[in-house]
């Protein structure tokens, strides 16, 4: 067990701990397998808002719940490698209060990510197990990240940050608010690429369609679905009322909040790339950061050019 890492992704709405280990496949590749995954919805962005600042309720719930996986983690005599904090500790006023109390929950101190950063290290994560020449987009609760391998960005709009903006339900003044933030934020540069989901949305999302209560990776990565499936899961939803759509499967514990606010940002990205289909991925910043660095590629000295006459000199 002495091979095994930890990390931590606390997000705007929820917080993951991953503890897994690195395996040899038939291949001889080395990949990252998980052994424990653990969610749980904190909602730590959701006075960001209204406040510009992380409450204090909501740091004693997350340092609630990072005890926990303290414990898991060094019940199996492992370490917290990379305990990773995004959109709402890149917006918090009182970030630094907040790290503070994270590193004495986790004896090890978190570092605050560019969104950036962020769509990087997810990127790598999904290319470990599904390969080169993709595109993925990682919706969480603040922000969504999309990348390619050669540009990534990350938009400020996520499931949670639309659900305090419009509601569990968007109304007409949603198109309006897509269709400027996408003038603002392009992203045509990611068509033309098999699309891979990722995050809390995507696992909800994949957990509805599938009508399985249980979280299972092996199950959720790669499942690809239709815009057509799509359509059909959003519809599902919204016709349920609040108390029946808690009951789907992949939606407890708040999640079905702000489920139906990352459909329709989901299915507006899709369209804009012109996607018939997309994929499910499991994997994402939380095995991204636990990856070693990859080598960049040494480029080649450029070979001297040396003019007519410095040729004719060397001649004589």
Same mark, same amino acid.
């Given at each position: 067990m002495?091979?095994?890492?930890?990390?931590?992704?606390?997000?705007?709405?929820?917080?993951?701990?991953?503890?897994?280990?690195?395996?040899?496949?038939?291949s001889g590749k080395e990949k990252l397998v998980p052994k424990i995954q653990k969610v749980?919805?904190?909602?730590?962005?959701?006075?960001?808002?209204?406040?510009?600042?992380?409450?204090?309720?909501?740091?004693?719930?997350?340092?609630?719940?990072l005890g926990k996986f303290r414990s898991d983690v060094h019940a199996l005599g492992a370490v917290i490698n990379e305990a990773i904090m995004t959109e709402a500790m890149r917006k918090a006023g009182n970030s630094e209060e907040v790290i503070n109390a994270v590193e004495h929950a986790i004896w090890t101190r978190p570092r605050i990510i560019s969104g950036e950063d962020e769509g990087k290290y997810t990127y790598r994560a999904v290319t470990e197990w599904h390969g080169e020449g993709i595109t993925t987009i990682d919706i969480g609760?603040?922000?969504t990240e999309l990348s390619n391998g050669k540009e990534t960005i990350s938009i400020p709009?996520?499931?949670l940050f639309l659900f305090k903006k419009m509601g569990a339900i968007p109304g007409p003044e949603y198109k309006n608010f897509a269709k400027e933030t996408l003038k603002e934020n392009p992203v045509?540069?990611?068509?033309?690429?098999?699309?891979?989901?990722?995050?809390?949305?995507?696992?909800?999302l994949a957990m509805v369609f599938l009508n399985t209560p249980q979280f299972n990776y092996e199950q959720l990565e790669g499942l690809e679905m239709s815009m057509a499936d799509l359509e059909t899961t959003i519809t599902? =939803?919204?016709?349920?009322?609040?108390? *029946? $759509?808690?009951? /789907?499967?992949? &939606?407890?514990?708040?999640?079905?909040?702000? =489920?139906?606010?990352?459909?329709?940002? *989901? $299915?507006?990205? /899709?369209?804009? &790339?012109?996607?018939?289909?997309?994929?499910?991925?499991t994997a994402g910043l939380r095995f991204g950061v636990l990856y070693p660095p990859k080598e960049e590629p040494q480029e080649k000295p450029k070979a001297k050019r040396i003019p007519p006459w410095a040729k004719k000199k060397e001649e004589a």
């Open positions: 002495t091979n095994l890492r930890a990390s931590i992704d606390i997000g705007s709405n929820s917080t993951i701990l991953l503890i897994a280990a690195f395996e040899t496949d038939e749980e919805i904190c909602r730590l962005g959701e006075d960001i808002f209204e406040t510009g600042n992380i409450s204090k309720e909501k740091q004693d719930a997350l340092v609630a719940i609760g603040g922000s709009v996520g499931a045509k540069q990611f068509a033309k690429r098999p699309v891979y989901l990722v995050g809390g949305t995507a696992t909800a599902r =939803i919204v016709n349920l009322s609040k108390e *029946l $759509r808690a009951a /789907l499967p992949g &939606l407890g514990g708040g999640r079905s909040d702000v =489920i139906i606010c990352g459909l329709f940002w *989901l $299915r507006t990205l /899709l369209e804009r &790339l012109h996607a018939e289909s997309f994929k499910i991925s």
